[in-house]
C-alpha cells in the first residue's frame, strides 16, 4: 500500500530576476512501512522534495498523493490538517522551544489537536520513556545534551502516532555514538509500522534504510535497495 506517490513532481523558486529548478521531474513511491533515506550533493532538492513530501511547501508542477488522495493543488489550510493528524518532523538543529521545558515541548502536537490534558498526560509519559528522556521531564531544552534534545525531538515529533515522520539530517549535529542511538530509534519507530522518510549526508545513517533515493540536479539518478537490511528481515 503506497503512502505517498509522485509523478513528475517539480519546483521551480523565482524571485525577481532568478528562477531556480530545485526539483526537475521526480517520480517517487512509497509504501507504508518503509524507511528510505534521500541522499545527494549539496543543492541537488533534498529539502525542498522533503518539505514538499511533508506539506510545508507545495510543487509547481508534477503530481503528488499522500494515503490516495491527490493532493497536488492543496490548500495551506487542507495541507495544514494533514500535517497535524499525520506527520511528524526531526531537525537536524532540533527546533525544541528553550522557554517550555522538556514535557512541554513533547505536549505540544497534542494540544494542536485538542486532546484532552489526562490523555495527553499519559501519551507524554509514554513517549518520554520510549526515548529514554523521562528523568529530563522538567528539564529545559539548553539543560541537556544534544542526544538529549534530539531524543525530546523525536519523542515530540511520534506523540501523535503519525503515518510518517521526515527527518532531515537527524544526526547532523551529534557525535556518533549519539548519532546511531538516535538512527536505532528511528528504526524501533519504524519496525513499529511508522513510515520513515530521511535526508541525510551520512552513509552510514542510510545504511539504516531499506532503500536509498539519489538525487541529482533535482532528480532522481539511482536508487539502491539496501540488500542488508532486506536480508535481515
Ligand atoms: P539540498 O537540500 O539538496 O541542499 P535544496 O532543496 O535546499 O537542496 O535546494 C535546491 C535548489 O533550490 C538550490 O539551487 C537552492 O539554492 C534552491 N533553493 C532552495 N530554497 C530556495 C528558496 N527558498 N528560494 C530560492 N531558491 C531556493
Ligand atoms: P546523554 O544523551 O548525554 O548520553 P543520557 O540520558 O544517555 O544522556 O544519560 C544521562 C544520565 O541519565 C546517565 O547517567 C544515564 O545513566 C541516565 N539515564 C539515561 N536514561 C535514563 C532513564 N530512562 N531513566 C533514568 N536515567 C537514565
Request: net charge negative; charged share 25%.
Amino acid at each position: 500500500e503506497l503512502l505517498i506517490e509522485t509523478k513528475q513532481l517539480q519546483k521551480k523558486y523565482v524571485t525577481d530576476t532568478v528562477e531556480t529548478t530545485a526539483l526537475a521531474g521526480v517520480d517517487l513511491r512509497i509504501a507504508k512501512g518503509e524507511f528510505v533515506a534521500i541522499m545527494g550533493p549539496s543543492g541537488c532538492g533534498k529539502s525542498t522534495l522533503l518539505n514538499i513530501l511533508g506539506l510545508l511547501d507545495s510543487p509547481s508542477g508534477g503530481m503528488f498523493k499522500f494515503q490516495g488522495e491527490d493532493i497536488t493543488h492543496a490548500s495551506e489550510r487542507q495541507r495544514a490538517k494533514i500535517r497535524k493528524h499525520n506527520l511528524g518532523f526531526v531537525f537536524q538543529s532540533f527546533n525544541l522551544i528553550d522557554e517550555l521545558t522538556v514535557e512541554e515541548n513533547i505536549a505540544l502536537p497534542l494540544a494542536y489537536l485538542g486532546v484532552s490534558k489526562a490523555e495527553t498526560e499519559k501519551r507524554v509519559t509514554e513517549a518520554m520513556e520510549r526515548m529514554g528522556i523521562a528523568h529530563r521531564r522538567n528539564h529545559f531544552p539548553q539543560q541537556l545534551s544534544g542526544g538529549q534534545q534530539q531524543r525530546a525531538a523525536i519523542a515530540r515529533a511520534t506523540v501523535s502516532s503519525p503515518s510518517l515522520i521526515l527527518a532531515d539530517e537527524p544526526t547532523g549535529n551529534l557525535d556518533s555514538v549519539h548519532g546511531r542511538e538516535v538512527m536505532a530509534l528511528l528504526t524501533e519507530l519504524n519496525e513499529a509500522g511508522t513510515t520513515v522518510v530521511m535526508v541525510t549526508h551520512s552513509p552510514s545513517d542510510a545504511e539504516y534504510a531499506h532503500r536509498i533515493v539519489n538525487l541529482f540536479d533535482g532528480q532522481i539518478v539511482t536508487e539502491n535497495l539496501n540488500v542488508r537490511k532486506h536480508a535481515a528481515e
